[in-house]
């Protein structure tokens, strides 16, 4: 190969590097960019599958706010650091979740959104090895900042008839 030939194919490597570095970020900005609601809904549930950390699709209260309420099955978590703890406690002691959506509504207008949803959901308690299997019901509201679309209010709760 001739020194000339080198230095193109050099050029080239650059070029297509620069190209699909490019690509990327502009791919992840298209998708935070983009990100709604109801995605943001999903991905929590995708992520609760997954074991991966909960804490990050809540958004945190501003100075005058009132603490924000996350209610689940068992649990009434008041305020974001009682709602970050919760999340991470429940991560930490339960596995192999199933989370399925049977009717999820989103309604946005402009930074505020909220959700209703019939969901089947199970997991093992890692400490006591017992698997949960619930129908339940989830409502919540979002709101939209620099970091997306982030949960201010969640409820879930069994669908137990009377």
Request: net charge negative; proline share 1%.
């Amino acid at each position: 190969m001739t020194a000339w030939e080198s230095l193109l194919e050099t050029l080239f490597k650059i070029v297509i590097s620069v190209w699909w570095a490019t690509r990327e970020h502009l791919i992840i900005g298209l998708l935070v960019c983009h990100m709604d609601a109801r995605s943001t809904v999903k991905e929590y549930y995708d992520a609760l599958r997954a074991g991966d950390p909960l804490a990050p699709y809540f958004a945190e209260e501003h100075d005058g706010d009132d603490a924000f309420v996350k209610f689940g099955i068992s649990e009434r978590l008041v305020g974001s650091e009682q709602i970050q703890t919760g999340l991470r406690t429940q991560t930490e002691t339960t596995a192999e979740w199933t989370v399925t959506s049977h009717a999820l509504r989103v309604s946005e207008r402009g930074t505020h959104a909220w959700f209703s949803d019939t969901v089947s959901m199970g997991w093992i308690n890692t400490e006591s090895g017992e698997r949960h299997e619930f129908d339940t019901r989830w409502s919540g509201t979002l709101t939209k900042s620099s970091n997306g679309w982030q949960f201010v209010g969640m409820h879930v709760s069994t669908a137990d008839e009377l």
